[in-house]
């Protein structure tokens, strides 16, 4: 990893404001896409038949560190969540997580990693070697069929995934997309099944981000309408909110169940992440129609200083979020090349 040393700053001193829009929102938390491939085929992220990038035209590993050191050391970023596509595809996603951890030493305090889970089982030893803090898997389903039907793929390797995962010492949240006739029957069983394994289940609206324009709001099943489906089997007590993009319930009192109600109750307000794609382009928002290109003028010779102008110009007009202006989001990139 090249360190930049005549830039670098403690981050105590990283100027004030931060990383912060126009919004008054300071940013914190970076989600640093991979690669654009995967191994599913989930009909709320990818496109049915997916052409992949170039892989001249991806970011390659000494560019994404560079990147994140700025991100990091000039700007604030504490948390850099790995996403993809699937991140696991890349095939030097473990030497990129021990690298990242060399700018903790600069200020970043937490390296996580959202996956499908097909691919763990064989990582997931390494990669809390190499310094995975926690790590959100996908699941919509526990009934193989129904699993087969929304992804394409099987489950029973993310199961063993999951399971490779907690046995190396990976704290692991599940994270299940609700939609109306596909899954809407998985709720119950997603539970149960969380409930009994003892570990944190995060029910997530459908986005309108997919690749294949699939998106409309009767397929998204909200936040009130899963709560209903739990209030006839469970008590169910909401917690005071927090800044956490998740509503958390706590059911008959001993097991927390979160919701991410982007749609139903946007909390964009409080948003405080920003989006580098695999290709480089910076997304302030996860709704944005455009992106700033920070992968060309790196390849030409960018400086930190000129890099970090650019980043603080793209986040700095940040809009308001899809509270502002929901519905379908027209735009080349789409979920498997962004990352969620």
Same mark, same amino acid.
């Given at each position: 990893m090249t360190v930049m040393n005549a830039h670098v700053r403690n981050p105590s001193a990283v100027p004030e404001p931060g990383l912060r829009d126009a919004h008054g929102r300071t940013k914190r938390k970076l989600r640093l896409?991979? !690669?654009?491939?995967?191994?599913?085929?989930?009909?709320?992220?990818?496109?049915?038949?997916?052409? &992949?990038?170039?892989?001249?035209? /991806?970011?390659r590993r000494e560019e994404l560190l560079q990147l994140a050191q700025v991100f990091v050391a000039? #700007?604030?970023?504490?948390?850099? *969540?790995? !996403?993809?596509?699937?991140p696991l595809l890349r095939a030097d996603v473990v030497e990129i997580v021990a690298l990242l951890g060399r /700018? *903790?030493? #600069?200020?970043?305090e937490r390296i996580?990693?959202?996956s499908n889970g097909v691919p763990?089982? *064989?990582?997931?030893?390494? #990669?809390?070697?190499?310094?995975?803090?926690?790590?959100?898997?996908?699941l919509d389903a526990v009934t193989p069929e129904a699993f087969r039907r929304l992804t394409g793929g099987e #489950?029973?390797?993310v199961l063993r995934g999951i399971d490779a995962a907690r046995a190396a010492g990976l704290p692991v949240k599940i994270n299940s997309v609700i939609l109306r006739g596909h899954n809407e029957d998985e709720v119950l069983p997603l539970v149960r099944w969380a409930m009994a394994e003892g570990i944190t289940l995060r029910f997530i609206e459908f986005m309108p981000?997919?690749?294949?324009?699939? &998106?409309?709001?009767?397929?998204?099943?909200?936040?009130?309408s899963i709560l209903e489906r739990l209030r006839a089997h469970y008590t169910v007590h909401a917690e005071p909110p927090t800044d956490d993009p998740a509503h958390y319930y706590l059911l008959d009192g001993r097991y927390r169940l979160g919701m991410i109600s982007t749609i139903?109750?946007?909390?964009?307000?409080?948003?405080d992440r920003v989006r580098l794609s695999a290709t480089g382009m910076l997304y302030a928002c996860l709704f944005a129609q455009t992106g700033a290109d920070l992968r060309t003028p790196l390849r030409a010779g960018a400086g930190v200083d000129e890099l970090r102008q650019l980043i603080r110009a793209h986040v700095w007009h940040k809009q308001a979020g899809y509270a502002e202006r929901p519905g379908y989001v027209e735009r080349p990139v789409t979920m498997h090349m962004l990352g969620g």
């Open positions: 896409s991979l !690669t654009d491939r995967c191994n599913l085929r989930c009909v709320y992220c990818m496109p049915e038949h997916p052409r &992949w990038l170039p892989r001249d035209e /991806l970011l000039e #700007l604030g970023i504490r948390e850099i *969540r790995l !996403t993809g596509g699937e /700018l *903790r030493a #600069l200020g970043l996580a990693m959202t763990l089982a *064989r990582h997931a030893v390494a #990669l809390r070697a190499a310094g995975l803090d926690d790590l959100n898997v996908s #489950l029973a390797p981000l997919d690749g294949r324009g699939y &998106w409309n709001d009767a397929r998204v099943v909200r936040e009130d139903s109750k946007p909390f964009c307000r409080r948003c």
